[in-house]
Structures are given as C-alpha cells and as structure tokens.
C-alpha cells in the first residue's frame, strides 16, 4: 500500500531546514509493524487467554461455568485494536506528520483498548493468578485508587511535555516505553470502575466519582499547553511536510488538543454518571432489602 506525499529523502537533516521549506516529492510505503516484542506480547496474551478459559477453565473457574464467549470477543478485539493503534500505518502518521494522528493513537490505547481488555476478562481466570498471596502482596500498591487515579493522570501529562514528546519521537525504545506506560496505567485508571476480580474489585461508588470528578480536570493542563501556545511546541510536526493543505503545524496541535479533550472529557462526564446512577441503584437495592426482625424477648 503506497500513499503519496511530500517528504525528506532518507538522510535529511530536519534541524538544518527552516520550517516551510520545499520539499520533494516521492512516494511512500505505509509500514506495518511486525517487531517481535509486540506481536509476542499480543499473541502470549491471547494464548493465556485461550488457554484459561478453554482447557484449564475446568479447574480455574466455579463448577458449571460456560466458556464466556462475549467477554471473549471483547477481549480479542481488544488485543487487535491495540495492534491496530501501535502496529497499523497510523503509528508512522502519527510519528511522522501529524500530531493529531499521534493523539488519536494515545486515545485508542487509553479509552478503547483497556477497557474491552478488562471487560473481556472473567474475574476467575483473573483471581487465579492474584489470589497468591505472594502475588496480592506484590500488585496491592498498583491498585490502591489513588495510585490507580494519579499514576495515569501524571504519566499521560509528562509524556506530552515537548522534551520527553520529542525523545519518543527520536528512539524508538523511549517510544515504546511512553505507549506501554500509557496503556498500563490506563489499565489502572480503568479498574477503579471495572475490575475484574474480587481480590481487588472495583472501587466504591464514592472513590469512583472523585475519579471520575478527577478525569474530567485531569488534561485541562495539557490543552491550555496545547491550545493557547504562541509557536508549534514538537519541532518534529514544525518541520514535517504538510500532508492535508491547509493545517498547519500550530492548527494540527490545536486540533489534537482539541480531540483530546472531547474524548477524554466525554468518557470521564460518561463515567461520573455512571458511578453516581450505580450509586443510587445499590442505595435503593440496600434499602428495599426486608430489615431482620427483632426476637420478641418479653
């Protein structure tokens, strides 16, 4: 598949180029990603998947337990839109072009794929593995909520900054170490709502909303970097040749800013609702529960 557009021939110094330069033109061959720690990565998780909720679902799960073909689904299309965000040609748009592009992929990786993953994931073959005592001491400090909540808050923010931006941009390692950080912590943010265990459920409705009050606010920072900056702050997109006429360096930072917040904001408004509507059905399940009544001791 070949896509044609303007860009450097192999060895150009970008830093020697002002921006708006003039470039050739040639035609590019859009790459697919086949690096082995990737797809082992997926392939080894959907093989364990396979295995615990086939074979092995006899003994992991409680006795008369159907395979659970939904969650399932959800899980492998889970794995497969995380190769499609990290593995597709939108992985070199994004890196190469449009910041926008990149944006997106940091979206799919935080607000799609996590949650089908855990969705997917039955909370027996989960507590199979947790239930260890060696392993529930080791994983408690990951989901404690406010770690949960903070660690992605923090991580998504830093990896924004112009400097660590750009040096994922340049070393394919620092690139590979920003969207792995990015999915794991999103992982954490997300199992405050949908846990699947019971070792570590889901957090209660009030620590739920406080995250969910905590995500709606949680990249206002970001698009005021994003937004109300004087010049383009990635010189990579300063430099990078315009694929679509017309958006510039600093329209395609606003643009993603912009994205950014309308997805993030809607899924955390989503998710507040959510938990304060769960809130009030368990408030009004508790109370219609017939109350004990009291041995007549007279």
Known sequence: ??????????????????????????????????????????????????????????????????????????????????????????????????????????????YVSPPLLLWGLPWWLVDAALARPWVKALA???????????????VFALWHLPELYESALRSRPIHILEHAT?????????????GPSKVFPPCNYPVRILCAFLLTLAHMPILGLLTFSDDPLYRTYELAPRII???????????????????????????????????MVDDDRRQSRPKPVKANTD
């Not at 839109?81 to 597709?88: E, M």
């Not at 990015?182 to 949908?194: D, K, N, R, S």
Request: net charge neutral; glycine share 10%; with cysteine.
């Open 1 to 110: 598949m070949r896509w044609s557009v303007a860009r450097p021939p192999r060895g150009f110094d970008s830093s020697s180029r002002s921006f708006g330069g003039t470039l050739n033109q040639m035609v590019v061959p859009l790459h697919w990603h086949n690096e082995p720690l990737l797809l082992i990565s997926l392939l080894m998780a959907g093989w364990v998947y396979a295995l615990g909720t086939g074979p092995l679902r006899a003994r992991l799960a409680p006795p008369g337990t159907h395979y659970p073909s939904g969650r399932a689904f959800a899980f492998y299309a889970g794995l497969i839109i995380t190769y499609l965000a990290v593995g597709s040609p939108l992985d070199q748009f994004g890196e190469d072009y449009l910041f926008s592009v990149h944006m997106v992929q940091h979206l799919i990786l935080v």
């Open 140 to 154: 408690r400090p990951f989901f404690n909520p406010a770690v949960c909540c903070m660690s992605f808050i923090l």
């Open 182 to 194: 990015i999915f794991f912590t999103a992982l954490q943010m997300w199992w405050v709502f949908m």
């Open 245 to 279: 006429p017309g958006l510039d360096a600093k329209q395609d930072q606003v643009l993603g800013g912009s994205v950014m917040e309308l997805v993030a904001a809607g899924v955390s408004v989503g998710l507040l609702g959510w938990s304060m509507w769960g809130w």
